[in-house]
């Protein structure tokens, strides 16, 4: 899949050829609800993107993320949802990625070819094709997503079942948790961020990598860390290095390794004191056994959403739902003292390639040692 911006256009009498604007409708999930926006054509990209706060506001949230190839040869990573669309007198649900701040409205060729529709770039408009080809989801996803009512909050066993029932690729996917919160993470106190090592695993090894020089080295070493070191360590990793899930650090380091946090920031690997992830030479070999035996960290990225893996779906229901509670339980208990309103606004699991299951948040909260709202 790719998604290719930034395409030139041919300059043909006082207009741009091939850009073309039209009025879509996005609809709320239940299709109760339609917003007007005015968009733009553009047959490079594959998927439509639409601006984050209309899709917030009619309730649509992501499934997953999904890192997508630019034209440039660079790489971005975006949030994608499912969403009703009208257009030409017809309501179908089409992929979106959601759009950050200040970036237009897209309609990429997916949702054209959905409602069969083409471009005519000479004349500045669409027009129907019959008999087009709809580009569309391979039949293993769209099996797997008729056995789920998308209007439908499920209670969490039934969800964890559901979720192992419609995984469908050949590799043992991993199984995510996808939170809307009510926080604003512009604000210090609405930051909401932590750690906690899974009852049951994350059903991998996770690859531990530590700064550290002299004694406390050794004892990483000896402790199993897969990677050590200080100078070099850190030159390699800004030479773009990163064969590691877990960056582990001791204090009397941080002062070489902040540097790194350009590199290491953006991917959730710097080592943070807040996330256990600076610790004493002495605790080195807890921190790192329990990075292996699946220690998550969970927080709100700028969007305000937190992304968790929390196992694999071959673990059993009960695992899974141990993982899912434990999760959970951690999230509510660490709610930010400046939390508004509604804390959690929605719970989906997922799969590495399946659709999105929501969870019933009041199930789901009753099942855990706190409350939140």
């Known amino acids: 899949m790719m998604v290719v911006q930034g395409r030139s256009r041919v ?17 709320s999930q239940d299709r109760s609800r339609f917003v007007d926006i005015v968009a733009n054509v553009d047959t490079g990209a594959t998927f439509s993107m639409m601006p984050r706060r209309i899709l917030e506001d009619l309730g649509i949230t992501p499934t997953h993320t999904e890192l997508f190839r630019l034209a440039d040869g660079g790489t971005v990573t975006k949030e994608v949802g499912e969403v009703p669309v009208r257009l030409d007198g017809k309501v179908m649900t089409t992929t979106c990625l959601f759009g950050d701040d200040g970036q237009p409205a897209l309609v990429g060729v997916v949702t054209l070819e959905q409602f069969l529709l083409g471009v005519d770039t000479v004349n500045g408009r669409l027009v129907p094709i019959p008999g087009l080809l709809m580009a569309q989801r391979g039949k293993n996803y769209r099996a797997a997503i008729e056995k789920i009512d998308r209007d439908r909050a499920y209670e969490p066993k039934e969800a964890v079942a559901l979720v192992k029932e419609t995984a469908y690729a050949k590799f043992d996917e991993s199984v995510e948790l996808h939170v809307r919160t009510g926080l604003d993470t512009r604000h210090a106190d609405q930051q909401l961020r932590g750690t906690l090592v899974l009852p049951n695993g994350l059903g991998k090894g996770q690859r531990v990598l530590v700064f550290a020089e002299g004694e406390a080295a050794r004892i990483a070493e000896q402790g199993g860390a897969d990677h050590v070191g200080a100078d070099d360590l850190i030159k390699k990793v800004e030479g773009g290095w990163l064969d590691f899930e877990v960056a582990l650090a001791v204090k009397e380091i941080m002062g070489k390794v902040g540097r790194l946090g350009r590199v290491l920031g953006p991917r959730g690997l710097m080592p943070n004191p807040r996330t256990n992830t600076v610790v004493e ?33 071959s673990f059993s229901e009960e695992a899974l739902m141990e993982n899912l509670t434990s999760l959970i339980d951690a999230i509510v208990r660490e709610k930010p003292s400046g939390a508004k309103g509604q804390y ?3 719970l989906t699991l997922t799969t590495t390639m399946g659709p999105g299951i929501k969870l019933d948040i009041p199930a789901m909260l009753s099942m855990t040692t706190g409350a939140a709202v």
């Open 11 to 27: 300059i043909v009498g006082d207009g741009p050829m091939g850009h073309v604007d039209i009025t879509i409708s996005l609809g």
């Open 344 to 346: 959690i606004r929605t």
């Open 281 to 313: 030479a002495e605790d080195l070999p807890k921190a790192i056994r329990d990075s292996k035996q699946g220690r998550v960290e969970f927080r709100t990225d700028r969007t305000n959403l937190v992304h968790v893996p929390l196992g694999k779906v």
